[in-house]
């Protein structure tokens, strides 16, 4: 079982539509949780980053972590096309190093005008 | 201002050539890293340097080797380059890579296209 899952879809909606991005983990040591946003051609950069459990909101975007379950999501509200993406989650534990995040294989999201 | 810049971005070679792939960053940063990105978007730490010392190397081919001439720079030499060697590589760097309790922030590169035929 791969430390983190991370469905690729493509995932397709139409503007305006609330997204739902997600992960699974299998390590409970981890406890930081980003987001990173990879547009096509570019390299990655991140979107939201996260400590332990519970919600975190930037404009439309929040971040959810379900540590009893193991779970991570993130929601994008009023999608726009500009959003269209491949979204990797990323984690890490406690004290350890950059070196130390593992990244999901990302989702493709495409926002339809 | 490009703050992790990486050349070529594209590169098309044959088998059994030896390339580099150049970094530089101008974040400040110590810490600067090396991601091999497949086709299946995974991305795999393959080198970190911290202060010009190498900190870790994730399994990878000794074919490959970083060389890091000051803590702004890391360049990455393939030898004898094989079709399993086709990925894109990310250049990276982050403000501290040791131990922190605050996590990370990795800033990328654009990403060098190196396809092997």
């Given at each position: ?67 009893s379950s193991k779970y991570i999501s993130l929601f994008i509200r009023d999608s726009q096309p500009s959003d269209s993406a491949t979204y990797l989650c990323a984690m890490s534990a406690r ?19 | ?24 960053q101008n974040l400040g940063h110590d810490t600067m890293y090396w991601y091999k990105q497949d086709s299946k978007k995974f991305l795999k730490i393959m080198f970190s340097y911290n202060n ?66």
């Amino acid at each position: 079982q791969k430390e983190v899952e991370q469905d690729p879809g493509p995932l397709s909606v139409p503007e305006g539509a609330i997204v739902s991005l997600n992960c699974t983990y299998s390590n409970s040591a981890f406890q930081y949780f980003m987001w990173y946003r990879q547009y096509s051609r570019k390299g990655p950069e991140l979107l939201m980053y996260t400590y332990s459990s519970g919600n975190k909101e930037d404009g439309r975007f929040t971040a959810q972590v379900d540590k009893s379950s193991k779970y991570i999501s993130l929601f994008i509200r009023d999608s726009q096309p500009s959003d269209s993406a491949t979204y990797l989650c990323a984690m890490s534990a406690r004290y350890s190093s950059a070196s130390k995040i593992i990244f999901g294989s990302g989702t493709r999201l495409s926002i339809r005008p | 201002d490009t703050a992790v810049s990486q050349t070529p971005k594209y590169l098309v070679t044959q088998m059994g050539n030896d390339k580099s792939i150049k970094c530089e960053q101008n974040l400040g940063h110590d810490t600067m890293y090396w991601y091999k990105q497949d086709s299946k978007k995974f991305l795999k730490i393959m080198f970190s340097y911290n202060n010009k010392e190498l900190i870790i190397n994730e399994t990878v081919p000794n074919r490959f080797s970083p060389k890091s001439p000051d803590k702004a720079h890391l360049n990455l030499h393939i030898n004898s380059l094989e079709l399993g060697d086709s990925a894109v590589y990310f250049c990276a760097s982050s403000a501290r890579g040791v131990r922190s309790v605050s996590g990370n922030t990795i800033y990328f590169g654009e990403g060098s296209w190196l396809t092997v035929v």
